[in-house]
């Protein structure tokens, strides 16, 4: 493994963890959460509105 591939793996790693958080964080804090947040998640951001777990 290369360090590049190494550290591309890492940088994605704390692309999903950062997004993770985010959502997170808005769902408590009665937001809905950012698209871009939910799609690195994987989640469809249309289906999460939805939903409706937010405030």
């Known amino acids: 493994m290369t360090k ?3 550290f591309a ?4 790693l704390m ?4 997004s993770a958080i985010a ?3 808005a769902v408590e804090a009665g937001r809905c959460p950012r698209a871009c947040d939910l799609a690195n998640l994987g989640i469809d951001p249309k ?7 937010y405030y």
């Open 15 to 18: 692309t999903t963890f950062g």
């Open 9 to 12: 793996r890492f940088s994605e």
């Open 23 to 25: 959502a997170a964080s």
């Open 47 to 53: 289906a999460f509105r939805k939903i409706g777990h």
């Open 4 to 6: 590049r591939t190494t």
